[in-house]
C-alpha cells in the first residue's frame, strides 16, 4: 500500500516531469532500427507538425505514418534554433543541414532552398521547417504519392503525404491554432494536432505497422536536464494504435492532472494497521484506546509517516533509500508481526482485529 497524495500542482517548469521519459537516441543496428531500413530507400509516408512557440520559445515536432519507429526519421529539433521534419522519401541529413542554416543566421525559406539546391532527389522529398525567430518553409516534391500537400500558419507548419486527403492537414492545422492562446505546453498542443488528423483518417494505407512520435527542445534555463536542451522525446516505435498511446504515455509521465485517480485509501485493512501501530507505542501512543470512526479507515499523511519511522527501526527501505512513503507491502507486514510477537502483543491484537471483524458484520 502507498500514500498517493490528495493534490497535485501543474506549473510551467511542471513539464521537466517529461525528463524522464527523455529517450536516447537509438545507436545503428539497435532494436529500434527496423530491419526494413536496410534495404531501399527510407520513405516516410506520413504526416507531421513543425511549429514554434512564440511565449516560451520552445520548438517541437509530431508525426505519425504507418511504418515502424518514425521518431528515428522524421522529427529534427534544435534548442533555441527551431525544428525540421523531413518525410516522404526521407533523407535523415536534412533535420541537421537546416537547422545549422538556420543556426547560422539564414531564413527557414533561405536554408530550406539551399538544402533542396544540392538534392538531386528534391522531387521525390517533403519537408517542413519552423525557425525560432518566427519564419516557417515548406517543400511538398511533385513525384510525391497523392494525397500530398501541406499548411503553413504563424509559427508552424503542416505537411503530409499518402493521406486521406486535404481534410487531414486542415484538421492538424486547425487544431494546433485553436490551442494557441490555451498556455498548454507545446508538446502537448502538438499531440492534440496528431489526433485531430488522425480522427480525418490520417495516412490512407491500412494493415501496416503504426508508429508516432513527439519531440521537444526549449532553450530556456532550468528547463532540460540535457545539454542540448531537448525536453520531451516520446517515440512510440510500433502499436496498433500509435497516437492514442503516445497520448497516453505523454500524460501519464508528465503527471497531467485527471490523467490518474488522486485519492486516500480507505477500508479495513488501513485500521487494523492503526491497531498494531498504536499497540507498537508508534501510533496515537497518548490514547489508551483509538477512537472510532471513519478516519481510522483511511491511509493518510499521518500514517504514511508511522511507517516510515517502523520501516526504519526494523532496517527496511525507506523514503531515503528511494522506496514510496509509507510502503506498506507483505515484508512490512510480516516485521509488524515479529515486533509484536516480540513484545507478547500479538494475541491481544488479533482478538482485537476479530472483534472489528465481528462488529462490521
Known sequence: ????????????????????????????????????WRDGDLVFHTFSIAAVDPETGEVGVAVTTRNACVGNGVPWVRAGVGAVATQASTR?????????????????????????????GADRRQI??????????????????????????????????????????DAVAAAFEASAASGRHLSDR???????????????????????????????????????????FIHVCEHPAAVAELRRVHDAVGGTLGHRVLQSFAGSDVEQLKIMLHALGRYRADLEELPRG?????F????????DGFRAARGLSTPADG???????????????????????????????????????
Open 1 to 36: 500500500m502507498r500514500l498517493t497524495p490528495a493534490t497535485a500542482r501543474l506549473s510551467t517548469t511542471g513539464l521537466l516531469a517529461l525528463l524522464s521519459i527523455l529517450v536516447a537516441r537509438p545507436p545503428a543496428g539497435s532494436a529500434q532500427v527496423p530491419e526494413s
Open 92 to 120: 535523415t541529413e536534412y533535420g541537421a543541414e537546416i537547422l545549422d542554416r538556420l543556426a547560422g543566421g539564414q531564413s527557414a525559406a533561405a536554408a530550406l532552398e539551399a538544402t533542396l539546391a544540392a538534392d538531386p
Open 128 to 169: 517542413g521547417v519552423a525557425a525560432v525567430d518566427g519564419g516557417v518553409a515548406q517543400h511538398t516534391g511533385t513525384e510525391t504519392n497523392a494525397w500530398a500537400g501541406h499548411r503553413a500558419g504563424a509559427h508552424y507548419v503542416v505537411q503530409g503525404n499518402l493521406l486521406r486527403g486535404p481534410e487531414v492537414v
Open 190 to 232: 502538438l499531440v492534440a494536432a496528431l489526433e485531430a488528423g488522425q480522427a480525418f483518417g490520417g495516412d490512407a494505407r491500412k494493415g501496416r505497422m503504426q508508429s508516432a512520435a513527439v519531440r521537444v527542445a526549449d532553450a530556456r534555463e532550468g528547463m532540460a536536464r540535457r545539454s542540448d536542451g531537448e525536453t520531451v
Open 294 to 298: 471513519p478516519d481510522l479507515r483511511v
Open 300 to 307: 493518510d499523511a499521518e500514517i504514511a509517516t508511522v511507517v
Open 323 to 361: 522506496s514510496p512513503a509509507g510502503l506498506v507491502d507483505a515484508e512490512t507486514v510480516s516485521a509488524l508481526w515479529e515486533a509484536l510477537d516480540e513484545r507478547g502483543l500479538s494475541r491481544e491484537v488479533r482478538r482485537r482485529i476479530r472483534t472489528l471483524t465481528r462488529i462490521r458484520r
